[in-house]
């Protein structure tokens, strides 16, 4: 079910912790899987709690917690859009705007060539560059404005 | 202890890079970067010259520095907590977990300048007595925690952590830690508990981290900007960094400025500068137009007027005598079309959002505060929902295991306090003070 290499990314943050401490790597663990197969499904997430030797339910708590990750499936591209105050006071508003009408869904939904998923987000950390949206978690495009989310989408194969 | 010039370093109107010293260089976040403005020199000082931990504590004590991710707690009291001769592992954390709205520094030193948070915290790990640190960054900042990554492999391969760094018979691990997006992981008990491999549900206290941290050792846990002004002051002594900010507030402090401004950004500047000189560099209010209002320390902390804000002062005690509080420096700027019913909306549903659940008054009372809202700007307001508000906000705070129901209840009572008649405004026509459209 992991294939090789998410394995070997896996035990590389094992490394981290001491070796009686395997459940340290749960997060990292379900973000490697998740980036792997686009969201987590239950069978999964007890295949990473097996590899970690750690209870199912302790690392169905761990997915269920953290709000990066996803447990339906989610769009090739997951564009998530931060709407807390820094953004929403440099009018994050109208990007959200701009992107429900351009991919004709609301937020938690996928478009139907399950291209884009829209996900509403909390405080990324980058304020200074708001509006701020993310792509698939760990790619992040500040100082948004529609025409600007444009390029980028239209640059997403 | 080097001096070199610092005396006129006390300037009220300009920006002195501590933490940010190599932001301005070229590869500003390399090795070599880092190297060239003396870096990792003192650590090796401290190592050859076997200075004792009680020495550098009484310099960081003299230094004033206090912890700046939002608690304001005096850096060189908190590292004497931990005995340094204890047996068995030890362990520093650094809480760059930034989800607090309007922050946004930590970041920028990781990204520009991570060899001096890694120096920062080599330098805490030799005064406690710790054998492994770990950097826990925020969830969606994931292009700083792999740049940060790539430090970490740097540093290792110049022996500037590992085994007995630089030959000196001082060994320490450090490593990254990602988050996946919970706010109440920068709390620094839940934040042991997620480097656990658990939910981030904060913990008790006592027992303090100090005693019983992670894998219940003692653990010492600090922001990313205190570590990083550690190898400033281990340079310049501590004297000079206090010299730089005023009376309680030692050196300097990242702001970051967010919202209304025409140049958003983080600026290190001398504590005790007054808010208008900050709003002078950062380009004022964007377009042209008038100051309504200031956050200064990220939501936990109380919003104040424009003309409270324009008489503070950036220090712990200036802010105080304000109604406020530095926080952590994370400075929320609302011009006058601002809407504080609908602003105030969107930070309660961010508390009940990110409420952990596990206690009781803070998962039903923020969801409850922001039903009502939601309500007043729905166009369904009753009179009695101000009190209301009051009344549940009042009753989540004190009341919790940590301090986000407290911060939950702070924008609710301050937005009332100050802007009571846009509320009044808004549930008796159904819609905000703001909106001219009849």
């Known amino acids: ?25 749960i997060i990292a663990a379900l973000q490697i899987i998740q980036t792997e197969n686009g969201f987590l499904t239950d069978e999964l997430i007890a295949f990473a709690a097996d590899y970690l030797a750690m209870p199912k339910i302790a690392a169905m708590e761990v997915a269920t917690f953290y709000n990066m990750f996803e447990l339906k499936p989610a769009g090739k591209y997951k564009i998530s859009v931060c709407t807390n105050i820094s953004c929403a006071l440099r009018e994050a508003d109208d990007i959200v705007c701009h992107l429900r009408k351009k991919l004709n869904i609301d937020f938690n939904e996928i478009t139907k060539d399950s291209k884009f998923s829209l996900k509403e987000s909390e405080c990324m950390g980058a304020c200074g560059g708001a509006p701020l949206m993310t792509i698939n978690n760990h790619k992040m495009y500040e100082f948004l404005t529609p025409q600007k989310v444009d390029q980028i989408l239209e640059e997403l194969d | 202890m080097l001096n070199n010039n610092l005396d006129n370093a006390r300037k009220d109107n300009e920006i002195v890079p501590i933490c940010l010293r190599t932001s301005n260089l070229e590869n500003s976040s390399s090795l070599q970067t880092y190297l060239s403005v003396g870096g990792y020199k003192q650590i090796q000082r401290i190592l050859k010259e076997k200075i004792s931990p009680e020495k550098l504590i009484e310099e960081i004590k003299i230094s004033g520095l206090r912890g700046r991710g939002g608690a304001g707690f005096p850096t060189g009291i908190k590292w004497s907590f931990i005995p340094n001769n204890s047996a068995g592992t030890k362990y520093i954390v650094c809480n760059s977990d930034e989800g607090e709205p309007g922050t946004f520094k930590d970041r920028e030193i990781i990204k520009k300048n991570p060899h001096q948070l890694i120096e920062g915290m080599t330098i805490a790990a030799y005064i406690m007595g710790a054998q492994v640190g770990y950097n826990y960054i925020h969830g969606e900042i994931w292009e700083e925690y792999e740049s940060f990554e790539k430090a970490l492999a740097e540093a290792k391969k110049a022996n500037f952590l590992g085994k007995s760094i630089c030959g000196l018979g001082f060994d320490f ?79 300097t402090k990242i702001f970051s400025v967010s919202g209304h401004i025409e140049k958003p950004g983080n600026y290190e500047i001398p504590m005790g500068m007054p808010f208008k000189t900050l709003l002078e560099l950062s380009g004022g209010v964007w377009k042209g137009r008038k100051l309504k209002a200031v956050i200064p320390g990220g939501p936990s902390t109380p919003v104040l007027p424009a003309a409270e804000i324009m008489k503070a002062t950036l220090d712990y005690d200036g802010l105080k005598n304000s109604g406020s509080s530095v926080g952590a420096g994370s400075l929320i700027v609302m011009d006058e079309t601002t809407c504080m019913v609908t602003t105030l909306k969107r930070l309660s549903y961010f508390f009940y959002e990110e409420s952990c659940g596990q206690c009781t008054p803070c998962r039903e009372g923020t969801g409850w505060v922001y039903r009502v809202i939601k309500r007043i700007v729905d166009g369904n307001g009753k009179p009695e929902d101000i009190d209301l508000l009051l009344d549940v906000s009042k009753k989540i705070s004190g009341r919790t295991i940590c301090a986000l129901g407290d911060a939950a209840a702070v924008p609710v009572l301050s937005f009332i306090k100050h802007f009571k008649d846009e509320f009044k405004y808004f549930i008796k026509n159904g819609k905000s003070m703001m909106d001219t459209n009849s």
Not at chain 2, 205 to 234: D, L, Q, S
């Open chain 2, 173 to 251: 691990e450090l490593y990254a830690f990602h988050g996946y997006g919970a706010y109440i992981c920068g709390e620094e008990t839940a934040l042991i508990e997620s480097i656990e491999g658990k939910k981030g549900q904060p913990r008790f206290k006592p027992p303090f981290p100090a005693t019983y941290g992670i894998y219940g050792r003692p653990t010492n846990v600090n922001n990313t900007e205190t570590y990083a002004t550690i190898p400033w002051i281990m340079q310049n002594g501590g004297e000079s960094f206090a010299n730089i900010g005023v009376e309680n507030s030692g050196g």
């Open chain 1, 1 to 25: 079910m992991l294939t090789k290499i998410t394995r070997k990314k896996i035990d590389s943050e094992l490394k981290k912790f001491p070796v009686d401490q395997k459940q340290s790597a």
